[in-house]
């Protein structure tokens, strides 16, 4: 295959750098910030696009975020790839962050207790959440009784706080980037329709001047 990979990635290298891409994450919103200039499209949309992926990477919708930015996007009329360039604002470096800034905003609204909340105690209600999924499942197809306790304390005590707080933080930061991503969009595309006149002008001239002038005959 032309496009083929000449050095055949193992899962665990494409697992390190799904976390810690190579280059670093500087080096990778580098590029993000180069695609983003070069789409095709105005910058109003462009940066709506932009907006429903960094508010979606606020949620703890994790698995839906590409679908749904691309839902939000699409009812804002704003750029599909603009808002899938966004939702990569959550990532394993700001998904930390994340989580609890918008679970202890959430408890605080909720007017739940306003005990500090660490990445540990969220990653463990999350993995007790999903073993009592995981218990159910099987309890369909066997005599064991259903288990809903860490469910029921994952929905009180993390999912809910955690939306209400990201919906708020969200909101924010995707009106931010909204507008960060706006200017720069459109003083890129001024800078690059600025060059594409003065070449076309360059190229006028050219050819104004390899034309020759022919006078009328007496």
């Known amino acids: 295959m032309v496009f083929k990979r000449r050095d055949r990635q193992t899962w665990t290298t494409r697992l390190r750098e799904s976390v810690w891409p190579r ?20 910058p109003e949309r462009i940066a709506r696009g932009i907006f ?25 009329r704003g750029n599909i790839l ?22 202890e905003l959430g408890r605080r609204l909720l ?16 993995a007790h959440a999903f073993d009592d999924l ?13 288990k809903w306790d860490g469910l029921r304390n994952f929905w009180d005590t993390i999912f809910l706080p955690y939306l209400t707080g990201g919906v708020i933080l969200g909101t924010i930061a995707g009106v931010i980037c909204y507008g ?10 001024t800078r690059r329709q600025a060059k594409l006149r003065k070449r076309l002008e360059k190229i006028r001239a050219r050819i104004a001047a ?5 006078g009328s005959q007496n």
């Open 23 to 42: 280059g670093g994450w500087g080096r990778g919103l580098q590029y993000m910030r180069y695609r983003l200039n070069r789409l095709p499209d105005r």
């Open 52 to 76: 429903a992926g960094v508010f979606i990477s606020f949620t703890p919708l994790f698995g839906l975020h590409l679908g749904l930015c691309i839902v939000i996007a699409w009812a804002m």
């Open 82 to 103: 603009a808002a899938i360039i966004g939702s990569f604002f959550g990532n394993p470096v700001t998904i930390p962050v994340i989580a609890v800034g918008s679970v």
């Open 111 to 126: 007017g739940l207790a306003a005990r500090p909340v660490g990445n540990e105690h969220i990653a463990a209600t999350f």
């Open 134 to 146: 995981r218990h159910n499942f099987f309890a369909l197809f066997s005599q064991d009784a259903t």
């Open 180 to 189: 960060i991503a706006l200017s720069l969009v459109r003083a890129y595309q």
């Open 210 to 214: 390899q034309t020759p002038v022919t």
